[in-house]
């Protein structure tokens, strides 16, 4: 795992092998959603780490364990609608995380991104709050987003993806510096049509079979 400025990038043997099978472009869609969730699940097990915990006391077959538990409460931020490939499985390890949804598009005119969709939860203020989206590549979408989310209240916010552009980076770093992205990848750049290069193509295309 590799750390500069803001930015945490997962170089783990398990995740780059994984990464390297969905941007194959022969993955079938089955096997890119696995692909999409293992990987998700093995970031937000490091992602997590400084998370607040507290001891619990259990009872084992054969006498009393002083263990620990998370407590933080966590709150999930998919942005609609690739970000949902990668829910379930960070629910399985977070089971008593909340989901939040975020829907976001690009204004044709202006080129701006608009937030067509919120559904927070109402104290999202005081939760750790992750934004997940499989690619960041202008960076528009997960700004916006984490612009959003701070009009609700919520400080400790961090942005999840799988690959990243240098651009998409740039801009999350100038609009919110304090929320670090923790990514398996940082590309070469963008495209003519804003897609990351080599990236793994559209993601929720690939995802839900609309490509």
């Known amino acids: 795992m590799k750390s500069k400025e803001g930015v945490i990038v997962f170089d783990h043997p398990l995740i780059q092998q994984k990464l390297t099978q969905a941007r194959d472009r022969h993955t079938d869609r089955r096997e890119f959603r696995d692909l999409l969730a293992e990987i998700a ?24 364990c002083t263990g620990s538990c998370l407590a933080a409460e966590v709150t999930l931020v998919p942005i609609l609608r690739a970000g949902l490939g990668m829910i379930e499985s960070i629910l399985h390890l977070v089971p008593q995380a909340r989901v939040g949804h975020l829907g976001i598009y ?10 067509y969709y919120d559904k927070l939860p109402s104290d999202i203020a005081n939760s750790e709050v992750i934004v997940i989206d499989p690619m960041l590549a202008t960076g528009g979408s997960c700004s916006h987003a984490v612009t959003v989310i701070k009009g609700h209240g919520a400080r400790r916010i961090k942005a999840l993806c799988l690959v990243a552009a240098p651009e998409g980076i740039h801009r999350m770093r100038t609009d919110h510096p304090e929320a670090p992205i923790y990514t ?3 590309d070469e750049g963008l495209n003519e049509h804003g897609f990351i290069v080599p990236g793994l193509g559209d993601a929720g295309d690939r995802l839900f079979g609309t490509g």
């Open 106 to 115: 690009r204004d044709e005119e202006t080129l701006l991104p608009v937030a």
């Open 41 to 64: 699940a093995l970031m937000v097990f490091e992602l997590t780490r400084d998370y607040e915990s507290e001891t619990l006391e259990v009872r084992t077959p054969v006498g009393m």
């Open 184 to 186: 398996a990848a940082i």
